[in-house]
């Protein structure tokens, strides 16, 4: 169960009063803080492993193109060249991917 009491709501500016009913309005929602201990999905739910699965192979190949391919010691300056190194080093992951996807026999 969330503690709402430490919810931080939309404006910091005083509620004004409804004209018709007097009574100070409400936020349509609320903004939740997350942190560590308090994650905006629970976890131990279906949703929060996939979740996590989903960027567990996102940071597995992120920390392959940075040890194996060269992402990690550039040798270039400039964003320019930044990006055209990296453009070339995925375009050769890709390339080598789809090369042994072509190798695989088919199955009849």
Known sequence: MRDWRNAVTHSAKPLRADRHTQQPNQPKSIWVKADRRNPLVPR?????????????SVEREFGRL??????????????????????????????????????MPRAA
């Open 66 to 103: 940075k040890n194996e391919y060269g992402l990690a010691p550039l040798r270039v300056r400039g964003l320019e060249r930044v990006a055209l190194h990296a453009d070339l080093v995925m375009l050769a992951r890709l390339s080598q991917a789809l090369a042994r996807v072509r190798a």
């Open 44 to 56: 131990d739910t279906k949703r929060w492993r996939s979740l996590y699965r989903g960027r567990a």
